[in-house]
């Protein structure tokens, strides 16, 4: 084995692209017998991504896409070697896969496509993906790597197409959503203005059941005050023509005695209609203490029982006339 990768790394040096990649590939996995530079490497496992990275760019020099794939691969996208898939990796990576997909090489175009797809190390562009997963998908290489990329890039395609349809319908759903709270709240709203419109329209018909009220109110008022005015008015004259009765009555039992004054007890019957008219009797006709009455009558007013008569001086005549409560 190690004489072989000897007499292998003679010829590749002479510009054999297929020993040249033979002997990367060898030291890629860690299988070189050979010496150092190019050959067996110790230490760090990143270390033999570079020191294989010789013997691809050799490779590619002549434009070969598989050697400008395995070059890109040595920058990146090997996790047991170290190499991941940071921006910085990527895009060292990145012209060497761009140069092979070009050429249609269906490992690079589907790595391509994949990476974009995820976003590892650039900025995540599906249509650029698809694109580099149709070149893959479109391969009709016998090569197993070409048969396995062919592979992975229908299935990413499938799932780009699942994943486009996945947020299509989140976005339908979305906007639904958005429609359905829009309508929800528009709903409310109009709900809301509803509600208020018959708060005011029944807040209207109680102000205007109230002014209803208050006319048929005002014109029953107005109805009844004439009847209530006459009724009084017949009430004060029953009272006055009582009270004019009554006075002529005491006048009849008075009427002849030499000691009676007619024209003071007239007086007396003209003061106490005055009186009842005004519901109130006149304060020089509700005193008591007077005595001496040679005439009496009891005459009943809206405020209380009266006796009237006349007084008489030391002499007998009739001096005056008065009521008292």
């Known amino acids: 084995m190690t004489e072989g990768f000897e007499i292998s790394r003679i010829y590749a040096e002479q510009g054999d692209a297929d020993l040249q990649m033979t002997l990367g590939a060898l030291i890629l996995m860690r299988r070189t017998p050979g010496s150092p530079p190019h050959g067996r490497v110790f230490g760090n496992p990143r270390d033999y991504a570079q020191a294989s990275r010789y013997w691809f760019e050799k490779a590619a020099q002549n434009g070969n896409p598989a050697a400008l794939h395995s070059l890109a691969r040595t920058y990146c996208c090997i996790p047991e070697l170290g ?4 921006s910085t990796e990527i895009q060292a990576a990145l012209p060497y ?9 269906a490992p690079s175009a589907s790595l391509l496509g994949l990476i974009y797809m995820v976003g ?10 698809r694109s580099f997963l149709r070149v893959a998908a479109s391969s009709n290489s016998p090569d197993a790597n070409a048969i396995e990329a062919r592979t992975l890039a229908g299935q ?14 989140k976005v339908i759903d979305d906007r639904l959503a958005r429609e359905r709270s829009d309508l929800l709240q528009e709903q409310r709203r109009l709900a809301d203005l509803e509600r208020a419109q018959r708060e005011r329209i029944a807040q209207a018909n109680r102000i205007a059941a109230e002014k209803e009220a208050a006319r048929l109110a005002k014109e ?5 005050r004439p009847l209530r005015e006459a009724a009084e008015r017949a009430r004060v004259a029953q009272a006055d023509e009582e009270s004019r009765r009554q006075c002529d009555a005491v006048a009849r039992v ?6 009676v004054n007619m024209q ?21 006709f509700v005193q008591k ?12 007013t809206p405020v209380g029982s009266y006796e009237c008569g006349i007084q008489q001086n030391s002499s007998g005549v009739v001096t005056s006339a008065r009521c008292a409560n």
């Open 220 to 224: 029953e008022e107005d109805r009844q």
């Open 97 to 105: 896969f761009r140069r092979a997909a070009e050429q249609g090489y």
């Open 83 to 86: 190499l991941g898939y940071s």
């Open 254 to 259: 008075c009427r002849g005695r030499p000691d």
């Open 264 to 284: 003071v007890l007239e007086e007396l019957s003209r003061q106490y209609r005055v009186a009842r008219r005004e519901i109130q009797i006149a304060r020089t």
């Open 289 to 300: 203490g007077w005595f001496g009455c040679s005439c009496t009558g009891i005459f009943e």
């Open 120 to 129: 590892d190390g650039v900025a995540r562009d599906r249509v650029l993906a």
């Open 156 to 169: 990413l395609l499938a799932k780009i197409d699942t994943d486009e349809q996945a947020e299509r319908q």
